[in-house]
């Protein structure tokens, strides 16, 4: 047994030397927040690479899905449909919105909320919900089709929680796609959100609501709002993120293989459905059997090879929402144990790959 840890996560920005032009065009145009020349040019560059027609940049993730849901969520309702299996913040976004969670449950095979399962829901909550929100699961695109249909056919507002998923997104809707740029995901910036969006008046609306809801160049509130904006130094970084961002991708498609290869149809345990193959992420996860659960982890910890359960076991385990109302979530509990985070950074080697494959079953 090696004695040096293998860390699960170790984010890495641009450098100084990478981030230092963007630095010197902020002291030639002394412009230093207030959607200046360099957001609005990393609005740009995202929208481009997402396929996103519209870019709201917010303080981070979280408030990035409360500005979304404040503007689609149907007045006088009180319910926000959305899945336990989610990271926290979900669920305090829904909250400062107003809204109570719904907690549901989630497929085995996608980790995520499905229409199927939101339409059972439907039929027993006994009133309509103000929206539903839809989470990627650590970075996978959302299944915008289905998700569109639902809407269509019942008309209850989408808004999806997609916060690692920047850097697979490559065309985005009406439905407003809600991603975090924190230090920990493929496309970071340090702190920040984005709502993503092809409704031109959502997003000059969500933009209003991050600058205290002045709309057009008159300096009036036309609606209430607050203060959500970044400023010219996290866009500095974004630019210098998005100049990197190839090459990183290329690394992470190269870790990712390697994870594919060690696991693949060797293993009991299985990697999730597409990674590799159509989208990337930072926070990698294996579902192990139910039965080699307790097993793998102590052969993990006897490695000294860092694990993580990300999402943990649900919302629902959380004591600031044990009490909050929610359907079956059988398969939630029963899958949530079973999805380990593995480590994953630029400076895992080959031996350090085959050292975490030989933990799994």
Not at 18 to 44: A, C, M, Q, V, W
Not at 240 to 254: G, K, M, S
Not at 287 to 310: G, K, Y
Request: charged letters at 20%; proline letters at 6%.
């Amino acid at each position: 047994m090696s004695n040096e840890k293998i860390k699960v996560l170790i984010p890495q920005l641009p450098s100084a030397d990478e981030i230092l032009p963007y630095l010197r065009r902020i002291d030639e145009k002394r412009t230093y927040s207030n959607y200046g020349p360099l957001t609005t040019e990393f609005r740009d560059r995202l929208g481009k690479l997402t396929g996103a027609a519209g870019v709201t940049f917010t303080s981070n993730g979280t408030t990035a899905i409360e500005v979304a849901l404040r503007i689609r969520a149907i007045p006088d309702r009180r319910y926000c449909l959305m899945p336990s299996y989610t990271f926290i913040a979900s669920a305090h976004a829904v909250c400062n919105t107003g809204l109570t969670p719904y907690l549901l449950d989630v497929s085995e095979r996608t980790l995520t909320l499905t229409p199927e399962i939101a339409k059972a829901a439907l039929r027993d909550l006994g009133e309509q919900p103000a929206a539903v929100l839809v989470v990627s699961a650590f970075g996978a695109p959302p299944d915008q089709v289905a998700w569109r249909a639902f809407e269509d056919e019942t008309g209850i507002p989408v808004v999806f929680d997609a916060a690692a998923a920047a850097s697979s997104i490559r065309q985005v809707g009406k439905q407003p796609m809600c991603v975090s740029l924190h230090a920990t995901k493929a496309l970071g910036i340090g702190e920040g959100g984005a709502i993503l969006c092809a409704d031109t008046g959502l997003t000059e609306r969500a933009t209003a609501m991050t600058g205290f809801g002045f709309l057009g160049a008159e300096r009036v509130s036309a609606i209430r709002a607050g203060n959500y904006r970044i400023s010219e130094y996290a866009g500095a970084v974004g630019l210098a993120v998005l100049d990197a961002l190839p090459a990183r991708l290329v690394e992470l498609q190269r870790l990712t293989d390697g994870y594919r290869t060690r696991i693949g149809a060797h293993k009991r345990s299985r990697l999730q459905e597409g990674i590799g193959e159509t989208w990337l992420t930072m926070t990698p996860n294996v579902i192990v059997p139910e039965d080699a659960v307790q097993a793998t982890i102590a052969r993990l910890d006897e490695e000294q090879v860092e694990w993580r359960r990300w999402w943990g076991f649900g919302c629902h385990k959380h004591p600031a929402f044990a009490d909050v109302p929610r359907g079956d979530l059988s398969t939630t509990e029963s899958v949530s144990p079973r999805v380990i985070g593995l480590p994953f950074h630029n400076l895992l080697s080959d031996t350090d790959l085959d050292r975490v494959a030989r933990c799994l079953p």
